[in-house]
């Protein structure tokens, strides 16, 4: 039977697995097996923890329900930070992903701060599909138009709009993923400004689906909401799962978040179970 931690970061979920002694070689219809709630333990992410080698403190292996590969998760790096932290006695900790390393500080109260580096705002790094001004992207589909792309280690497009009570993002979210635009698919955000300081924000993940909370998204609404002259450099977002802070600090270009993560249960599972 193989040990299994259930962690999640204000809802956003995964199922925690340990590869650092042996790989499990989990292919990716594992993986998404796993993550199914009716047939599975059910998430919103498989996560693989690695041996990273000099530098860092582990690897984090980032799989979707739908099997694919993310570089890069803010809610699931505070969840293995925090981890790692409590096996080290250390507060600071780096995690390396296939997106790089993040640096994180696990707090007394148990609140963790990852930088997620700076974000990368060219259109090729982005990537869309071809050279696009990334501050006013030319999409639209239904009541939404021209959303701001950045990459925070993955591919993110924010709208910014008045009433976000009133956007279908159930329906949006998986027509604009897939758009042509976005060669990799994107992770699509629905941002409405409340205050220069305070942002709501639902996310539609790309290979996930709509989270209740998705810390990557939550630091490029942040920055696309700042490049765009509607927020500060620093605020609270509001995701359906609760609330994390962002800065975009101005001496170096990074974007730190900061929020709670929490255990729901540890357990075994039997991985031969799955299908292959």
């Known amino acids: 039977m193989l040990p299994f931690r259930k962690m999640h970061g204000l809802g956003n979920d995964f199922v925690v697995l340990d590869e650092r002694s042996a790989p499990l070689r989990l292919t990716p219809a594992r993986a998404a097996a796993l993550a199914d709630r009716r047939r599975g333990v059910g998430c919103d992410q498989i996560i693989s923890l690695e041996p990273a080698g000099d530098?860092?403190?582990?690897?984090?292996?980032?799989?979707?329900?739908?099997?694919?590969?993310?570089?890069?998760?803010?809610?699931?790096?505070?969840?293995?930070?925090?981890?790692?932290?409590?096996?080290?006695?250390?507060?600071?900790?780096?995690?390396?992903?296939?997106?790089?390393?993040?640096?994180?500080?696990?707090?007394?109260?148990?609140?963790?701060?990852?930088?997620?580096?700076?974000?990368?705002?060219?259109?090729?790094?982005?990537?869309?599909?071809?050279?696009?001004?990334?501050?006013?992207l030319p999409l639209a589909e239904g009541p939404v138009e021209s959303p701001a792309a950045c990459s925070m280690g993955n591919p993110h497009a924010t709208f910014f709009v008045p009433d976000l009570d009133a956007i279908p993002v159930a329906a949006l979210g998986p027509l604009l993923e897939r758009h042509p635009l976005f060669p990799e698919r994107a992770n699509i955000g629905f941002a409405q400004v409340l205050a220069p300081d305070r942002l709501r924000l639902v996310v539609w993940e790309r290979g996930a689906g709509m989270t209740l909370a998705c810390g990557s998204g939550?630091?490029?609404?942040?920055?696309?909401?700042?490049?765009?002259?509607?927020?500060?450099?620093?605020?609270?977002?509001?995701?359906?799962?609760?609330?994390?802070?962002?800065?975009?600090?101005?001496?170096?270009g990074h974007v730190l978040m900061t929020g709670p993560v929490a255990t729901a249960f540890v357990g075994q599972l039997d991985l031969a179970a799955y299908p292959a």
């Open 218 to 252: 939550a630091c490029a609404a942040l920055v696309n909401a700042h490049r765009r002259g509607l927020a500060g450099r620093r605020a609270t977002v509001a995701l359906p799962g609760g609330e994390l802070g962002i800065e975009w600090r101005a001496s170096d």
């Open 55 to 136: 530098g860092a403190d582990v690897f984090m292996r980032i799989r979707n329900p739908d099997g694919s590969e993310a570089g890069a998760c803010g809610n699931a790096t505070r969840c293995v930070a925090a981890l790692i932290a409590a096996e080290t006695g250390r507060r600071q900790v780096t995690v390396r992903t296939i997106a790089g390393d993040l640096s994180a500080e696990v707090h007394p109260d148990g609140s963790v701060t990852v930088d997620m580096g700076a974000p990368r705002l060219d259109w090729r790094a982005v990537p869309l599909a071809e050279a696009t001004d990334t501050l006013h």
